[in-house]
């Protein structure tokens, strides 16, 4: 029973040793990671820590207070020295002399810029009062799970007092800003002995005199509410019991992988949308639930968590009893068509004269019962933060409907922070989108030179790419290395044979699963053969056919049925080669099976393009560096046929050239990028020969 008990309390993870190293500013990035680290604590990006620290101030060279608070947009998990803001704490104290009232507030936030320290450049957030007015040296503001679950009862105020006693007192629902902050100042001063507050439909503020005991204060206190939901609890079925059961976990992938792109295809004709799954127990449990529909109904509490998830989610009607996927898929232009009617509704009510205009009206949030969630947005990262949003939600709701009444924030509230001028202002800032970003990319032959070097330049626009590959040691060196690089959302590997007609499939589908559907297919993969004709046995013959076409032909037929399927175009691009174009002697297999794929790709221009499919071609020729092909028996039989040495190839082909040039795996994946982009938007059928000229494969 003692590691069951283990396992749901928080564990103080303070290392004493480690924080005697660090100075007072060190020790709140010690602290904030520290919290961040788990999500019964805080989501990414939600939450605030700070610490009153004394500096010498640069211009008088006195000792003054100075308050170190997370910057806006900041992650207190991952935060850095750079992520916090520094302010002049007498400067802030002397900001309410220029409060004019709760109808003014926003207009605080433009003074903080004048309370700078030292010329920091990261940009003070709107929680900087909650933190100033608090007469604490350290302060942490978090959104735990269990505290919220309290703070999102009809009797959070009553139900805080059982659990805490007068440790913890309650401050009902405000908007975060300057009047929370004096609100928050003046429960301290009549409320000495508290260790922290509870916001109502929102988090906790907890403090200490020193960053480990606000650190421990806040575990402690956390651990607390945890402690009582398991004893009120006991016993209880959440969520009023189960309405269905749960399909098996392969059903459900394939469901997920029918359903997600069906609904990518409805929601990104406007911008790009990017899909994450999540089938885990919490999301099962809710959304085979019997409260699953009214509870989703109410929207979240929490402001941090209906920002990433909008005012409620969409749940579809699906009976996994009869899993009828056909009639689900149907049903979504009904569903989708009245989610975005109630969003305008729901905006045309609450909008005041000076609001941002409407956003996208699509859910974020898609709630199937016994299937899992599936959450959309512009890019992986915020689409799977926003699920893991919605399961924090999830956790809140379980816990305030099994002891109270659930209550979501009220819709005007919840629209004020949703259209808030500050927050619009702040969307405004953000840095403009990447080319390729909210984009699909499946490369096969994905861990070799050319593959590689086009999955990085795609990659390197925004794109999510599945590396899909025969070698699955490759494959992950590949993944890591790229996931360093672009980060680990960005990237997923598959391994694929092309000639399997099951493994391309699979690949597809795993495709749709983890981004939600595609945009672009590179077919790159490939072998390479030579051998006089006499001597060219039927199994050469056969592998260059099955590779080099029938490959080629399996994986753009799975990305057509994928493409129409979506109904958002697409663009393949095949990789070819100068062989496709210019007979080479004693290569007859690999030649012929080239020229087919060129072939391939012309038929498929025609076909597709009335569905916005576009399907171009990039040969290349003697692209020694970084390529499997070159690194095998190509090379020798290559070099066997020009009869030079084989350090001597690459000098070879490159004086063959007309502009005397080697050709790098880098130079093809420009070529599949234009392919790629909207700069091609008008190019279907086309042939780029990238082989620094060879006259014998002028397409003219």
């Not at 500013?25 to 602290?31: D, E, H, I, Q, S």
């Not at 069906?262 to 409260?291: C, N, P, Q, T, Y």
């Amino acid at each position: 029973m003692s590691d069951v008990k283990d396992a749901t309390r928080l564990q103080n993870l303070w290392d004493g040793a480690k924080a005697a190293t660090l100075d007072e500013p060190g020790k709140l990035v010690y602290r904030s990671n520290l919290l961040g680290s788990d999500k019964r604590i805080t989501n990414y990006g939600g939450g605030n820590t700070s610490a009153k620290v004394v500096e010498r101030d640069p211009l008088t060279g006195e000792d003054l207070e100075v308050l170190w608070v997370k910057g806006s947009g900041g992650d207190v998990g991952s935060i850095r020295l750079d992520g916090f803001a520094t302010l002049y704490q007498d400067k802030l104290d002397k900001l309410r002399d220029l409060y004019r009232g709760p109808e003014h507030e926003d207009e605080m936030v433009g003074y903080l810029p004048h309370c700078t320290f030292a010329l920091n450049p990261r940009a003070a957030s709107i929680d900087t009062p909650l933190h100033a007015y608090l007469p604490y040296a350290h302060v942490d503001h978090m959104h735990p799970d269990a505290v919220i679950a309290i703070a999102a009862t009809r009797n959070g105020r009553e139900i805080t007092r059982q659990v805490y006693g007068d440790e913890i007192g309650w401050l009902d629902w405000r908007r975060p800003g300057f009047e929370l902050g004096l609100e928050l100042s003046r429960f301290a001063a009549e409320n000495p002995n508290a260790r922290g507050v509870v916001l109502g439909s929102h988090g906790l503020f907890t403090w200490g005199d020193t960053a480990e005991a606000c650190y421990a204060t806040t575990l402690r206190i956390i651990n607390r509410a945890i402690e009582w939901f398991e004893g009120a609890l006991s016993g209880k079925p959440a969520f009023g019991g189960a309405a269905v059961e749960a399909l098996p976990a392969q059903t459900r992938r394939e469901i997920a992988a029918r359903l997600m792109p069906a609904i990518r295809g409805r929601i990104g004709l406007d911008e790009a949308k990017i899909g994450h799954f999540d089938d885990s127990a919490a999301v099962l449990e809710f959304v085979g639930s019997r409260a699953l529909r009214p509870l989703a109904a109410l929207g979240t509490s929490c402001p941090d968590h209906f920002l990433r998830t909008k005012i409620r989610p969409l749940v579809l009607d699906f009976d996994p009893a009869a899993p009828d996927v056909d009639a689900l898929l149907g049903s979504l232009d009904a569903a989708i068509s009245a989610y975005r009617e109630d969003y305008a509704r729901y905006y045309e009510r609450c909008r005041h004269e000076d609001s941002p205009s409407m956003r996208d009206p699509n859910a974020v949030i898609y709630l199937v019962p016994g299937v899992g969630m599936l959450s959309f947005a512009k890019d992986k990262a915020t689409a799977r933060i926003a699920g893991e949003f919605y399961v924090n939600a999830i956790n809140v709701m379980r816990g305030a409907s099994g002891v109270d009444t659930y209550e979501g924030l009220p819709e005007q509230e919840a629209f004020d922070i949703e259209y808030w001028l500050l927050e619009e202002a702040k969307l405004q800032r953000m840095p403009k989108a990447r080319p390729l970003a909210g984009r699909i990319a499946l490369v096969t032959g994905g861990a070799g030179g050319i593959g590689r070097a086009s999955a990085a330049r795609l990659l390197a626009d925004g794109a999510c790419v599945v590396l899909a590959d025969i070698d699955e040691a490759a494959l992950e060196r590949t993944k890591g290395e790229f996931a360093a690089s672009f980060g680990a959302d960005q990237v997923r590997t598959q391994r694929m044979d092309v000639t399997s007609e099951a493994e391309v499939a699979e690949s597809f589908r795993a495709a749709s699963v983890a981004f939600g559907g595609l945009d672009i297919l590179v077919s790159n993969a490939g072998i390479a053969s030579a051998a006089p004709i006499e001597e060219t046995t039927l199994e050469v013959w056969d592998r260059n056919v099955s590779i080099l076409a029938t490959g080629y032909f399996l994986v753009s037929r799975e990305a057509f049925r994928l493409f129409r399927h979506q109904n958002l175009g697409g663009s393949v691009i095949f990789i070819a080669s100068k062989n496709g174009l210019a007979a080479s002697a004693g290569a007859s297999a690999y030649c012929t099976a080239k020229a087919a794929e060129i072939h391939l790709a012309r038929c498929l221009a025609l076909e597709g393009a009335e569905a916005g499919i576009r399907v171009n071609t990039v040969n290349p020729d003697a692209v020694l560096r970084g390529s499997t092909i070159w690194n095998g028996e190509w090379r020798q039989q290559r070099a066997a046929s020009s009869k030079i040495d084989l350090d001597q190839l690459e000098e070879h082909y490159r004086n063959r050239s007309l502009l005397k040039r080697s050709v790098f795996p880098e130079d093809i994946a420009e070529a599949v990028h234009f392919f790629a982009s909207d700069r091609s938007a008008k190019s279907t059928g086309n042939i780029v020969n990238v082989d620094a000229g060879n006259a014998m494969s002028f397409t003219r």
